[in-house]
């Protein structure tokens, strides 16, 4: 179909293609295309008098430090797809949202605006790094983003009282996200929790053979148990299926109440009823899973609270704080909203955790299992550093091509479609010669940068080695390696976890248990594809991308492999 596309419109094809390729060159020279550098930063945007009296000119002027005035275009002349375009999009695609995307950059250059069906809104999309660092900057103090892809969650948030992190604004959110953060998002913080998750990681490794036909099952539990150990310092029991019936529904509810976002996002019928504040069995069915989370969640809360203040009057605290027990002053102020505040905070860590930590680690057991070469680096490097123990905080900066390998899967499988993040700012900006007006919608997805030849040697392959300083790159004295080498570790290429004020807080948590989990499994198994196993594409579910159909495994211990 695209073939078909491209003899039709030969012109579109070229000039789009060209228009990638300045791009590219662009990326490497930490550029922006059609645009010199000195353009990137501290842009004033003045109000024009159309602007104060409501309308809008067809151009605006910008001025911009050390070069004067320059006119930019309005958004309707930017470039998108037209009906006809989406109809080839969406037969061409298998379903696949990275390929629409990939589709979008390669058809349109760096920036594409779309009518947005789903939400009724114009929605922008942005793929070079320097534009999605411009936007980053210019977020303000209380940025904005998720509420907007979450419509039901904001309309639970609002009706139930229950300012969920991931759909609250203003200082409100600021409050939540100061809460949430701290002890977890600096990575020394996240790392201190490693040797509670000594148990889980064991205990995952001893069931591991159970999986081996059904990862996408066992994947979640194993995520949900690693949360668990760092916030309560209590094993739940998910992994070997010993918990109890109210925690199997606190599972279930972590696990599914973001696989079933895309139904109410991407169904009209549920779109309006969401509008409209219509109560359809669906959006019942996802309040009483996210009461039933907020409760277990409160429940497990109450219950570590208890056991830590028995141990410290005790005298018996541990050396290894769970990070509730960090919590532990604030809840000694005995303040209503505080306590909420955390019982919200705690339930949307493992509605956000569990899904995204289980992509890397599905994702990264598949490429362990096809590339055989990467798995015996891998564990010679875990068997020379750790000889049989956990992995520690000390051992994390000497794990180089464990980084690595974690790194290169989320450049070859980005844990969201795009590699990206949705923005929305308060006040006009410049994005490669348009103007976007305020509160518009901006999807900012570097993922096609991601595969770009000029940056990514081999792009389509998986080469941790690419990521390490001493992989032979004659970096030094070589200009082009040497940018290649700078721009493949731009903040604003590889955004896994997002960026800005708004990223993931529990990132470096999510990089800790994989990390863990791997240093385990990579020493006590060998892993491979079964005969006939599947080869998965992506699956995306709420905007994570997960390998589908799951591909089967068989698990060699590593004793009778070395035999």
């Not at 390929?99 to 920036?111: P, S, T």
């Not at 948030?157 to 609250?168: D, F, I, S």
């Not at 518009?440 to 389509?460: A, C, G, R, V, W």
Request: aromatic share 8%; glycine share 6%; proline share 7%.
């Amino acid at each position: 179909m695209l073939r078909r596309f491209a003899s039709r419109h030969p012109s579109l094809i070229a000039s789009r293609a060209g228009l990638q390729t300045r791009h590219a060159q662009a990326a490497v020279s930490g550029t922006q295309a059609h645009t010199p550098p000195n353009l990137l930063h501290s842009i004033d945007l003045p109000q024009t008098p159309q602007q104060q009296q409501g309308g809008r000119p067809s151009t605006l002027t910008f001025r911009v430090a050390g070069a004067g005035e320059i006119s930019v275009r309005p958004l309707s002349e930017a470039p998108g797809p037209s009906t006809v375009e989406e109809l080839l999009e969406h037969g061409a695609k298998d379903g696949d949202p990275e390929q629409v995307v990939q589709y979008y950059h390669r058809m349109y250059g760096d920036i594409a605006v779309k009518h947005e069906r789903v939400f009724g809104q114009v929605r922008v999309y942005i793929f070079n790094p320097r534009d999605i660092e411009k936007v980053s900057r210019a977020e303000g103090v209380w940025p904005s983003g998720s509420v907007i892809s979450l419509p039901h969650w904001a309309r639970y948030a609002q009706e139930n009282g229950k300012p969920m992190l991931p759909v609250a604004t203003g200082a409100q959110w600021q409050r939540m996200r100061e809460s949430i953060q701290e002890k977890l998002l600096n990575p020394a913080d996240a790392q201190a929790y490693l040797p509670l998750l000594e148990r889980p990681v064991k205990e995952a490794s001893e069931h591991l053979p159970e999986a081996s036909d059904r990862m996408d099952e066992w994947v979640p539990r194993v995520t949900f148990e690693m949360i668990g150990q760092v916030l309560f310092d209590k094993r739940i029991g998910a992994i070997a299926r010993e918990n109890s019936p109210e925690d199997e529904e606190f599972l279930y509810s972590g696990i599914h109440l973001m696989a079933e976002a895309d139904r109410m996002i991407f169904d009209p019928r549920e779109r309006e009823a969401v509008r409209n504040k219509v109560d359809t069995p669906m959006y019942l069915n996802m309040v009483r899973q996210m009461n039933q989370l907020f409760d277990r969640a409160n429940v497990h809360i109450d219950e570590t609270v208890h056991r830590l203040r028995e141990a410290n009057r005790d005298g018996g605290r541990s050396s290894t704080k769970c990070w509730m027990a960090h919590k532990l002053p604030l809840l000694a102020e005995s303040d209503q909203d505080t306590r909420e505040e955390l019982v919200l905070n705690t339930g949307t860590i493992f509605i956000a955790g569990v899904d995204t930590t289980s992509s890397v680690i599905k994702w990264l057991m598949y490429y362990l299992a096809t590339h055989p070469d990467v798995q015996t680096t891998l564990r010679h490097e875990m068997q020379t550093l750790l000889q049989g123990r956990h992995l520690t905080p000390e051992d994390i900066s000497k794990c180089t091509y464990l980084r690595a390998c974690i790194r290169e899967t989320f450049r070859k499988t980005p844990v969201t479609v795009g590699n990206g993040v949705v923005r929305l700012l308060d006040h006009d900006i410049e994005l490669q010669g348009y103007n976007v007006p305020a509160n518009t919608i901006i999807q900012m997805l570097p993922s096609p940068y991601l595969k770009n030849e000029t940056i990514f040697d081999d792009p389509h392959s998986f080469k941790p080695e690419r990521w390490l300083r001493s992989s032979g790159v004659p970096s030094k004295g070589c200009p082009m390696a040497a940018a290649r080498d700078k721009t493949m570790r731009d903040p604003y290429l590889l955004m896994h976890f997002g960026r800005g004020k708004r990223m993931c807080p529990g990132s470096r948590i999510a990089e800790t248990e994989v990390s863990a989990l791997f240093a385990r499994l990579i020493q006590d198994w060998k892993v491979s594809l079964a005969p006939g196993s599947a080869t998965p594409g992506r699956q995306s579910r709420s905007g994570i991308n997960h390998p589908w159909p799951n591909p089967t495994y068989t698990f060699e211990p590593i004793r009778q492999a070395q035999a």
